[in-house]
């Protein structure tokens, strides 16, 4: 490290917090151990020995220069990477056994030149070729560590879709490269390929003009190429005077790679002024949400070392409840388009007058999930009450509070009464995880039903709705509570800090919940309205909608074994595929799991999530119009599908506004219906944007038709 000047000497200390995480300097007076970790020290550039700022010594340690150089595929995990596996790859990162995370190679950057030839300046051989290592001999600063990683796990999408969502004036490496507008525009588009056509590498250098549009044939979507596509192509060919497929290859390659480079900056350009983050540093999207949350909220997170605990929570963890109640159903209201206006398979939907009113609705919850992380949600002090407690604890006066400090996680028995059968058949309140009762059915599924509960473990939110809607509760068998330590007194926690490590920290006996996480919510809400693009829009969503991925998922520690032999012989063996005979990949099953990550963060946000939807189906839908004029079709987790029996369901919605988002109505509506509430979170929005649906029809659970207007 280089000398500090005086400026720099001042600098240094004078500094109040840490440049990197920006959190205070402890007092130098204290000397317990945990504070020596946040002491101030210097740190440096290790390439340029310049000073840098003044840091926390845990904050100095862990900032690190990254040691491989990151290399994004589009769909890599699907395609590209089944191939590199077998020639290149010194390193991999499985999801299973046919997609992979990540593939690391070695890769020399042979300049292909003589040390005179260097010296000079002069070489017919190619500066930018590529060689991948394999058992060559080269110098260690040729070499390059990388780490292939698939964009698609940041960006879902086909990169055609993704291109579409830039505007033109993001196209910054493809501008470079084709400066001509008529090459730029030809090329801003993702081109076609004739992949199956190309059978031989001769084949390239034969094929002087562009195959006809039926060799553009794709058997695994068994589907041809759109005429506009192939006329996109000859544009191309033309434009770029091609005289064999070869060249025309090489467009295609180069069109993909730059689209992909501008697609990936532009994303890029969104993470490091949103949240200060580089995706580069990243395997996927969900580390990074959960890394961009840790660094804007500075939260402290307990990390539970109780192993009870830490199954009780588990295995109590509920996905959104999805399914079907009524297969079919109809509309028939004035709102209905007239006959000649409909095309002739819907021709039957009609108004008819002399029939009951009937509407179908169709509704979705804005972003349920971000409205539950706005809530209070646990993060410190868990421990089990005693039996003396849980004896004297009263559910209804101590859940009654959801913006209490304190909270519970219980286990309890619940009743559900045969005169709630009818009542609750439709939408049953606590789910359970079970395997559905139909025989060669094994797998097991999220389903409301109207059994008795025995040890049902969930979050007080949920039982105190639950209990306002008549189930009764036969007996409390445990509760985890999150509440303040009776005595006054300092306290070692074992922590996940914003720097994602794990460390003691002392913490002052404290409230166990709070709305900490609602400065990041709303941080994203503001940022996807003021975004003035959709890949921006899509960006943030995204980032906000898989942070949830991390808060209940454990990491796997994977313990590695050498050679091919010890792995199949060890008892955690799963599988193997063979690649060649030289190359085989080995399943195992882990021998060791760190549960690193605060479960019960999902666990909360999952459980409150299902609050909002119970509360609009019964506090709204069936308060409003009874069991009988409404009934429900199905749902996915933040969406709901009635048939409503009324006269106007519009003049129910203007009614009840402050339930609705309209945002996405036409201003000159025929209900008069306000634009109001847009992304405001728990708000409702009509999915059909005020246009009257026709019929819905569900044949399984991917195939839903609903018939809205006209379409």
Not at 237 to 260: G, H, P, Q, R
Not at 555 to 579: D, E, M, Q, T, V
Request: glycine share 4%.
């Amino acid at each position: 490290m280089a000398p500090l000047s005086k400026e720099e000497l001042l600098q240094h200390e004078t500094a109040s917090d840490c440049f990197i995480c920006g959190e205070p300097f402890p007092s130098p007076l204290d000397d317990s151990v945990i504070v020596q970790h946040m002491c101030k020290v210097r740190d440096h550039d290790h390439i340029l020995g310049t000073y840098r700022g003044a840091a926390h010594m845990n904050c100095n340690l862990n900032y690190k220069i990254p040691n491989f150089v990151p290399v994004f595929l589009h769909n890599a995990s699907n395609y590209d990477f089944h191939l590199f596996i077998q020639d290149c790859c010194s390193d991999v990162i499985s999801q299973n056994e046919e997609k992979y995370i990540s593939v690391s190679a070695q890769i020399c950057f042979d300049t292909g030149r003589t040390s005179e030839e260097m010296d000079s300046g002069h070489s017919d051989a190619d500066p930018k070729r590529l060689d991948l290592v394999e058992d060559k001999e080269v110098d260690d600063d040729q070499v390059n560590p990388n780490a292939c990683l698939d964009s698609y796990r940041f960006m879902a999408g086909s990169l055609d879709a993704l291109a579409k969502n830039l505007e033109p004036q993001q196209f910054v490496a493809t501008r470079k490269v084709f400066p001509n507008s008529e090459h730029f525009d030809l090329i801003t588009k993702k081109g076609v390929f004739p992949y199956e056509f190309i059978d031989s590498y001769e084949k390239l250098e034969e094929t002087v003009e562009l195959p006809p549009r039926e060799q553009f044939y794709s058997s695994l979507t068994e589907t041809a190429i759109s005429e506009e596509d192939y006329a996109h192509a000859v544009n191309v060919w033309n434009a770029f005077k091609c005289y064999t497929l070869a060249e025309y290859s090489d467009i295609y390659l180069k069109t993909d790679v730059l689209l992909l480079a501008d697609v990936f900056e532009a994303f890029r350009k969104v993470c490091q002024d949103t949240y200060q983050l580089n995706p580069c540093q990243f395997y996927t999207l969900p580390g990074l949400s959960w890394a961009a949350m840790m660094k804007y909220t500075k939260v402290k997170l307990e990390l539970l070392t109780d192993i009870d605990m830490l199954h009780f929570i588990r295995r109590s963890i509920r996905s959104g409840v999805a399914g079907c109640i009524q297969r079919h159903a109809t509309a028939n209201n004035p709102y209905i388009p007239a006959r000649e206006l409909l095309n002739e398979d819907f021709a039957h939907l009609t108004y008819n007058p002399e029939e009951d009113m009937r509407y179908l609705l169709y509704v979705d919850a804005n972003n349920l999930y971000g409205s539950a992380m706005s809530q209070y949600l646990p993060h410190l002090n868990f421990k089990w009450l005693s039996p003396e407690e849980i004896s004297n604890f009263d559910i209804m006066q101590q859940c009654n509070d959801h913006n209490s400090g304190v909270g519970y996680i219980l286990e309890v028995d619940i009743a559900y009464g045969q005169e709630l059968q009818d009542a609750h058949d439709e939408l049953p309140f606590c789910p359970e995880n079970i395997t559905p009762p139909i025989e060669g059915k094994r797998q097991v599924k999220l389903i409301p039903n109207l059994f008795n509960k025995k040890k049902y473990v969930l979050h007080y939110r949920n039982l105190y709705q639950a209990i306002q809607h008549c189930l009764k509760v036969d007996k409390i068998d445990r509760i985890l509570t999150l509440g303040p330590f009776t005595k006054s007194h300092t306290i070692l926690i074992r922590c996940l800090g914003c720097d994602g490590n794990k460390e003691l920290y002392c913490v002052e006996p404290a409230l166990n919940q709070s709305n900490w996480l609602q400065p990041y919510i709303d941080l994203n809400t503001k940022k996807r309205q003021a975004a003035k693009t959709h890949l921006k829009k899509t960006c943030i969503s995204f980032l906000l909608m898989l942070f949830l991925e991390n808060a209940w998922r454990p990491w796997k520690n994977y313990k590695r074994s050498r050679g091919a032999k010890s792995l199949i012989a060890s008892p955690h063996f799963h599988s193997l595929s063979i690649f060649n005979e030289n190359f085989v990949a080995i399943q195992s099953h882990q021998p060791r799991v760190y549960f690193n990550k605060p479960v019960y963060i999902g666990f909360s946000v999952l459980d409150i999530s299902k609050t909002t939807m119970y509360s609009f189906h019964y506090d709204y839908i069936k308060k409003l119009y009874g069991n009988d004029n409404a009934k429900f079709l199905y749902t996915d987790t933040d969406s709901l599908i009635y048939s409503i029996k009324t006269e106007d369901v519009y003049a129910d919605i203007k009614k009840n506004i402050s339930k609705f988002d309209t945002s996405n109505y036409k201003p000159d509506n025929p209900y008069g219906i306000p634009l109001v509430n847009k992304a405001v979170l728990g708000c409702f929005k009509d999915e059909a944007c005020g246009r009257p649906m026709l019929e819905f029809f569900w044949s399984s659970i991917q195939a839903i038709r609903l018939c809205v207007g006209r379409q």
